[in-house]
Every structure is written in structure tokens, then in C-alpha cells.
């Protein structure tokens, strides 16, 4: 079940809980551990595997509420190589293990965390 409004005062928690989820995922599937730099950065040592990007807008009100959440995920999975400026700054968890992994590996797991995470934020009307 997927929620139609989100907590404002969550909003925090919510990048934490998806920055573990994917965390846990990366660990489980690929037995390494990233580390979050809070916001919105994943990392594998000093080098970025990916990102999450929040959008959402404000419903004014006492208690503020949050009209909608998207949710963007970015990671480094099977890229081999990256440009020249990126190559200090960058890598993928092919590079890391040196084993390919189908997405749908980490698509799945993920989105289950996700709903989990949101199954109990819906407001019931």
C-alpha cells in the first residue's frame, strides 16, 4: 500500500531510514559497507556510490503537512570505469568486489524497505 500523505515532522527520519535501507541492502547483497554522509551521499571509503535526492512540497497548516515525497536513488552498481575528473571521486560496487550484479537485485529489496518504511505514515480519511 502506497501512502497519499506523508508526516512533515518524519521528514528527517525519513532520509535516515532510506540511507539505511540502502545501506543494509548494499551489505547484504554485496557484503561491503558503505557509510552515509548525511543528508544525501553514499560512500564506499572517500569515494561516492550514489546519492538520494528528496523533493517534496508543503501543505501550509497547523501542523504543516507534506502534499507529496519523491524519492530519487542513485547508485553505482555495474560501471565499470567513470570519467577522468570523477575517477578520485567515484565508484561502483562492480569496482569494489569485482563481481556484476543484475539490478533488479537491489531494486527489489529496496523498494520493499521503502514501503515498509511508508506503510505506516497513510492517513486513512
Known amino acids: 500500500m502506497i501512502p497519499n500523505t506523508f508526516k ?3 521528514i528527517e527520519n525519513y532520509h535516515q531510514q532510506i ?3 540502502i545501506s543494509n541492502t548494499i551489505i547484504k547483497i554485496a557484503g561491503i559497507k558503505p557509510t552515509i554522509k548525511y543528508p544525501n551521499d553514499i560512500y564506499l571509503g572517500n569515494k561516492k556510490i550514489g546519492g538520494i535526492l528528496m ?3 508543503v501543505i501550509p497548516g497547523d501542523p504543516p503537512e507534506l502534499d507529496f515525497l519523491i524519492i530519487g536513488i542513485g547508485l553505482n552498481i555495474n560501471q565499470t570505469s567513470f570519467p577522468s575528473e570523477l575517477i578520485e571521486k567515484a ?3 562492480q ?3 569485482n ?3 543484475p539490478k533488479v537485485k537491489f531494486i527489489k529489496p529496496i523498494t520493499k524497505q521503502l514501503l515498509q518504511i511508508f ?3 497513510i492517513k486513512v480519511s
Open 8 to 10: 512533515f515532522d518524519e
Open 19 to 21: 540511507s539505511e535501507c
Open 55 to 57: 523533493e517534496s512540497e
Open 91 to 93: 565508484t561502483s560496487i
Open 95 to 97: 569496482m569494489e568486489t
Open 99 to 101: 563481481k556484476s550484479y
Open 119 to 121: 506503510e505506516n505514515q
